[in-house]
């Protein structure tokens, strides 16, 4: 190739690259096609009220997000063969419960959970509506960010009934356990984990379910009010940073816990913003997901106990 070519080459691969670089970190929010979703198993529980709108997904930070959702769905991330371990862990991804971040708070948090021969479920749970149009839907989520920098911090609050919520979620543990052996999962570790408005639907289900038995729980940068815990409530590991917008100096569902005598581990990151999923470098909230592998590990839920 002549010189001269191979300069344009990499100039235009250099401009491609920069140009991906400034979508990726461009909070904008641009149309998407939905991605296919093979492994999805549908759950069943039906649809959503008042829905003026189709399911639709769009891309915001360099994430694909779907919204209007009206049929929940679960889908395995499971250890390779000989890998896993027993535990299981339901994945509840966040945004409002208007959107969902599916994956950097739903697929890839399940697959570096079955990386580590941990079965994970992502729950993709039906969503409150939102306007058709992307712009309507900007309106709609300046609003919701408002509210709830006004509200208590706790993104349950968002939404005054989450019973289709909580369907979705009771039909998923449902699931698990109906398929347990055929997907390894030891069914007395089964946990649920969940970000942002996903913490606030573990927290909710925890708290609120009849079905649902959790052996631990996970919310992670969920709202940090406090709540009334029952005895019997499963060891809980959170963490959020002191600059999420929904900290604001609060730890009344750690105080909560510990004042019930039940298990509970609390990492308050320096920074992080609101969001950080996995985490991302130069903030000091990169650093939990170990943290939780290690708690799991302590706690002997990546071990099958001997039967009594």
Request: glycine share 12%; with cysteine; net charge neutral.
């Amino acid at each position: 190739m002549p010189m001269h070519s191979l300069r344009s080459t990499l100039l235009a691969c250099l401009m491609a690259a920069a140009a991906a670089l400034a979508h990726a970190q461009d909070g904008t929010i641009y149309p998407l096609a939905a991605p296919a979703e093979p492994r999805a198993i549908p759950l069943g529980t039906g649809g959503v009220e008042n829905q003026p709108a189709s399911e639709s997904w769009f891309r915001q930070w360099g994430q694909p997000m779907a919204r209007n959702i009206t049929a929940a769905t679960l889908t395995p991330f499971l250890p390779a063969p000989g890998k896993g371990n027993g535990a299981a862990v339901l994945v509840a991804p966040g945004g409002g419960f208007r959107w969902l971040a599916l994956n950097h708070e739903g697929w890839a948090v399940a697959q570096a959970l079955a990386d580590k021969g941990i079965a994970a479920f992502v729950l993709k749970y039906r969503l409150q509506p939102t306007p058709e149009s992307l712009d309507g839907f900007k309106q709609s989520m300046d609003r919701m960010f408002a509210a709830a920098g006004s509200s208590d911090g706790n993104p349950r609050s968002l939404v005054p009934d989450l019973s289709n919520q909580l369907a979705d979620a009771e039909a998923a543990y449902a699931l698990i356990h109906a398929r347990a052996k055929e997907w390894g999962v030891d069914t007395k570790r089964l946990g649920m984990m969940g970000f942002s408005a996903g913490a606030g639907l573990t927290m909710h289900s925890t708290l609120n379910s009849k079905t649902m038995k959790l052996a631990f729980i996970g919310p992670i940068y969920g709202g940090m009010g406090p709540v009334s815990v029952p005895k019997d409530a499963p060891p809980m590991f959170n963490v959020i940073a002191a600059d999420d917008f929904l900290f604001r100096g609060q730890f009344g569902v750690v105080k909560s816990w510990f004042d019930a005598g039940r298990p509970v581990e609390f990492h308050l990151f320096q920074n992080g913003g609101h969001g950080f999923g996995l985490g991302y470098p130069g903030n000091t909230a990169n650093g939990w997901f170990p943290l939780f592998l290690n708690w799991l590990d302590v706690n002997g839920f990546l071990k099958s106990r001997p039967a009594p």
